[in-house]
């Protein structure tokens, strides 16, 4: 029987609840509708929160559900951009498809990469997938038909056969953004509350256990590493086409792609489905905010990073669950 | 003789990684811990002496002295006052923060110092060389920092291996948690570690600035260049370390004398090689 205090509380985290899924509906419809009320280039600032937001969930699901701390998500990033450039400017394959053609043909070389890979652990891991990038960008640079050392620019016909008009070409590519970023939410919730989902929140809360209940670890590991090696990939082919051009520095960039990236996820959140969105909403908003002060605005960022270890390491969002606050995203399984 | 002189260049450039790689392995040793910022740290080593011998115009020698003591100091700080207490089971803590602290250093050199490339003159010293035949030249600068680093990593292996401090840190490095009940504080035990291990960096960082051009960003590439002497070498061998930093030494000049653009990239394939031929690395002692 429960008491009257637990049934308050129960009803406060109810109304909680629906109050979250309304500002999420809110958030939805205005992201749907953005084409309709946002400017030129509040659609660009939305594309590029979009994507890193895509990139914080694969980070996410990475971290946060099997441990696996990587350092070197910008292999995957720069991978995906630089087989869409080979894909859209030396085949005949549409610029749309030669978007998830390369973030397939970058989950292939995952599955190499994750082998000699999962030969470090922990720490170890991290720095080992950062050289992995690095030869990755070094083989880049190696390649005179994409630029070499100094990129590439995406020819103005492929991007042309995209839509007709500037604004059409706009459009699709505000809802290729949108649409990335919504399925790599619905798609992490939807593996969460799979059995898989069950193999990974075991994972998370211990490793001994999991495996104890049977959970073949490393094969679970290393299906989500080459999962989040082709949504990363997906992300990074849309970012080039987003940008137009692209180089070994800026495809394979450490602070972009991975500093950045792991800031989001553990200053929101790390091991929650809101935690990114809070983190990438709190990143723009400060960048917007800190634009004119550019080193600083870096500083403070890394400074941030530190605090939220030294104050809560839950970050955000787990600081407000660990208080009773309702999940927007319910992937626990509870006894009733 | 062409390739006797690539492969004595890159021996000596081996000295420097090892330098590089044994303050990395140091920490990793004893508190488990991987140090992101590792290679900012010692770009910080190498901007404060131009600071000493350019600014203050103290000779390199007592620059270099200066620095040792500076970067011990403020290992022991940082590790009481920051990096303890992300210290545990998580590995994920001490990444982050260490990551934190290497966007912050990277950018306040950049604001202190700008990005232009700098370098530490070492006067007829940089240019001196010992002659052996037409192909065959070695800098008396890069032997001798050679040399030192050879000098450093034995230090580091005396102190480890034959003293009372370094039997301490090895027992903290086998059961922390055992140590603390037998009278020893962990707290203190690590900052002396990291103090150590910043000692080394500085040394490392001291050399760096008077063999190359050097500037704010550079410090994540030598972080990776340790990191793979120290995994090439064998986790927990710091004479496996100085042969690792050898071997990606040799390898990185053997790269640069195929094309200048594979150095690096040489340097890279060799340590992937070690990897999949080799995972605990050529020399490891222990495994785990």
């Known amino acids: 029987m429960k008491s009257l205090s637990q049934t308050a509380l129960h009803r406060q985290s109810k109304v909680q609840r629906l109050a979250l899924i309304g500002v999420a509906i809110i958030g939805f ?5 953005a084409p309709l009320w946002a400017g030129r280039a509040d659609l660009r600032l939305l594309m590029e929160a979009l994507s890193f937001l895509a990139l914080a969930q694969m980070w996410n699901l990475l971290a946060g559900y099997t441990g696996l701390i990587s350092v070197g998500q910008q292999a995957y990033v720069g991978l995906g951009g630089y087989f869409f450039f080979a894909l859209a400017m030396f085949t005949a394959v549409p610029v749309l498809l030669a978007i998830p053609l390369a973030a397939l043909a970058a989950g292939l070389v995952a599955i190499p990469t994750a ?31 994409l630029g070499g050392g100094s990129g590439i620019s995406l020819p103005v016909a ?11 070409i706009e459009l699709v590519m505000y809802y290729m953004a949108f649409f990335i970023a919504l399925a790599s939410i619905l798609s992490v919730w939807v593996l969460l ?22 959970v073949n670890i490393r094969r679970v590991k290393f299906m989500v590493y080459v999962c989040t090696a082709v949504g990363t990939a997906l992300t990074g082919a849309f970012i080039f086409l987003q940008k137009l051009r692209i180089t070994p520095e800026a495809a394979f ?5 991975s500093a950045f990236v792991i800031f989001i996820v553990v200053i929101g959140g790390l091991g929650t489905i809101e935690g990114p969105i809070i983190g990438v909403i709190l990143f723009f908003l400060l960048r917007d905010l800190a634009a004119d002060l550019g080193t600083w605005y870096l500083i403070g960022l890394g400074a941030l990073a530190i605090a939220v270890m030294l104050i809560d390491r839950r970050g955000i969002w787990g600081a407000f669950k660990a208080r009773g606050f309702p999940n927007l995203f319910v992937t626990q399984r509870t006894l009733n | 003789m062409e390739w006797i002189n690539v492969i004595v260049q890159g021996i000596l450039l081996g000295g420097l990684y090892a330098l590089f790689a044994a ?39 007592v620059g270099i002295g200066v620095v040792v003591i500076l970067m011990s100091a403020v290992g022991y700080l940082g590790q009481r006052i920051l990096l303890n207490r992300v210290l545990d089971e998580d590995i994920l803590p001490p990444v982050l923060v260490t990551f934190g602290l290497s966007i912050i250093i990277q950018n306040s050199l950049l604001e202190a110092f700008s990005a232009d490339s700098q370098r530490v003159p070492s006067g007829n010293f940089a240019t001196a060389s010992l002659t052996f035949n037409d192909e065959l030249a070695i800098g008396v600068l890069p032997l001798a920092m050679f040399l030192a680093a050879v000098g450093v990593i034995g230090v580091l292996q005396f102190i480890f291996f034959r003293t009372a401090l370094g039997r301490l840190l090895r027992a903290t490095s086998d059961d922390p948690e055992i140590i603390p009940l037998m009278g020893a504080n962990n707290s203190h035990v690590f900052a002396i570690a990291t103090a150590l291990a910043s000692a080394v960096v500085a040394v490392a960082g001291t050399m760096l600035a008077m063999k190359t051009n050097f500037d704010p960003t550079i410090g994540p590439s030598r972080l990776l260049f340790a990191f793979e002497a120290v995994i090439i070498g064998g986790m927990g061998n710091i004479w496996g370390t100085l042969a690792g930093g050898i071997i990606l030494g040799v390898a990185q000049t053997i790269g640069a004398q195929i094309d200048a653009g594979y150095q690096i990239l040489a340097g890279h394939l060799a340590f992937l090689a070690v990897l999949i031929v080799r995972p605990m690395g050529l020399f490891a002692k222990a495994k785990g």
């Open chain 1, 29 to 33: 419809v205005a992201l749907a509708s």
């Open chain 1, 115 to 145: 082998w000699i890979a999962f030969r470090l652990q922990g720490a170890y891991f991290a720095i080992g997938t950062w050289v992995i990038a690095e030869v990755f960008r070094l083989i880049a640079a190696q390649f005179p038909a």
């Open chain 1, 158 to 168: 492929l991007v042309r056969s995209i839509a007709s008009s500037r604004s059409g």
């Open chain 1, 193 to 214: 509350r799979s059995r898989w989902g069950l193999a990974l929140t075991a994972i998370r809360d211990s490793e001994p256990a999991a495996a104890s209940l049977g």
């Open chain 1, 253 to 257: 960039s450490v602070t972009e792609w």
């Open chain 2, 23 to 61: 303050g990395l392995s140091l920490m990793f040793g004893v508190m488990r811990f991987i140090n992101i910022a590792h290679g900012d740290f010692i770009v910080v080593a190498a901007y404060l002496l131009l600071v000493m011998v350019m600014t203050l115009g103290l000779p390199p020698v």
